[in-house]
């Protein structure tokens, strides 16, 4: 069975400055896809990221960016420039191509950005 | 506009009087589960369905029952609730194997 694991269950950040989230997961698999996803609030699941196992290039989507070390089984998320709006809790996700496209979860990692 | 839709929004009820969320998708996906949300340990998985009439147990399926009679929905039945059973209840369906899922805004459940 897949785990995955969030080691900060809170962080903050002064706004414009850069913060990583750490999250690190356990598998036998070796095709799978890793995720970043965000929530607000509202409780609405927001897609930040997406990454393909077998690509060694990180992903990144405009001030969010991943760094996915393989071998380590460690996918961290860094955002730049700390909005206020990026306040939230932030949740790691795998999912594998065996696994009827069900996602295992981390169990969060809740970020205020402070003025 | 691609949506999932859960309802109820909000439900707060007692120990042992069946209830149903409804969950409806209109992307035609093949792919559709349920999660629940507790504080601390993220999303959990309770079922999922891989196409009509095909649904697998996730992690926490014990208390639940689930059924595909058609592609667009797929309802979670809490035959008999218990207060254990009190949390964030989200639907999500997908098109493809690790692409992202769309996911309905949850529904909150209250088992008194």
């Known amino acids: 069975a897949q785990t995955v694991t969030q080691s900060q269950p809170e962080m903050s950040v002064q706004e414009a400055e850069t913060v990583t989230l750490s999250c690190t997961y356990d598998?036998?698999?070796?095709?799978?896809?890793l995720f970043w996803y965000k929530q607000p609030p509202s409780r609405q699941m927001i897609l930040v990221i997406r990454?393909?196992?077998?690509?060694?290039q990180n992903a990144t989507e405009n001030r969010f960016s991943v760094n996915f070390q393989k071998a380590a089984k460690s996918f961290s998320l860094k955002i730049s420039d700390s909005q206020l709006g990026d306040t939230a809790m932030y949740f790691c996700a795998f999912i594998s191509n065996n696994a009827g496209n069900m996602l295992t979860f981390g169990g969060g990692t809740r970020l205020m950005v402070k003025p | 506009e691609a949506q999932v839709t859960q309802n109820p929004r909000y439900l707060i009820t007692v120990t042992g009087k069946k209830l149903t969320v409804t969950c409806s998708q209109n992307m035609n996906h093949e792919y559709m589960s349920w999660y629940r949300q507790d504080p601390g340990l993220g999303l959990r998985q309770i079922y999922y369905s891989m196409n009509v009439e095909v649904t697998d147990k996730g992690d926490v399926p014990e208390g639940y029952k689930v059924s595909r009679k058609e592609k667009r929905n797929f309802p979670l039945i809490l035959e008999s609730p218990s207060p254990n059973q009190t949390s964030l209840y989200f639907c999500?369906?997908?098109?493809?194997?690790?692409?992202?899922?769309?996911f309905g805004d949850g529904t909150r459940l209250s088992i008194l």
């Open positions: 598998t036998s698999e070796s095709n799978y896809y």
């Open positions: 999500a369906s997908g098109a493809v194997v690790g692409q992202p899922q769309h």
């Open positions: 990454q393909e196992a077998y690509k060694q």
